[in-house]
């Protein structure tokens, strides 16, 4: 199978050696995403859940350049810098994914990019 790039403008670039996403065949790996604002580069302002909301932004924008949308994530992987931030996390992921949702894991880490608070990276498959 041949292995494709998605990269898109509406998304951070990426800040190392990695592309934004890659598909191969009918799957999708979004590499992880932080709280940057694709403009400025910069981590967006505001509160935890602004955060949150900004990094599902930046996966929808590089799911929708691979032809794709959230409702396509079968994967999703969160990580934290503080695990009291879990049930906010439920709570806005509820505003971008409906029924049956992606499986996913949450995990602690002791630090992320740029110092940021969340990170989350997705697999996601489209139809033919």
């Given at each position: ?28 790996y ?19 859940a ?5 990094v599902?932004e ?35 992921m509820a ?13 602690g ?5 740029k110092g ?10 489209l139809?033919?």
């Amino acid at each position: 199978m041949t292995k494709s790039i998605i990269k898109t403008d509406q998304a951070p670039e990426a800040i190392g050696t990695y592309s934004q996403a890659v598909r191969v065949g009918n799957t999708v790996y979004l590499s992880g995403q932080i709280p940057l604002v694709p403009d400025t580069m910069a981590l967006v302002s505001g509160d935890m859940a602004a955060e949150i909301r900004r990094v599902f932004e930046n996966l929808r924008a590089v799911a929708r350049a691979a032809n794709g949308s959230l409702s396509d994530v079968v994967k999703l992987n969160v990580f934290l810098t503080d695990l009291a931030h879990f049930p906010l996390v439920n709570q806005v992921m509820a505003e971008y994914f409906e029924e049956p949702y992606p499986a996913r894991a949450a995990v602690g880490v002791a630090a992320l990019p740029k110092g940021a608070r969340v990170e989350m990276d997705a697999i996601m498959v489209l139809g033919d």
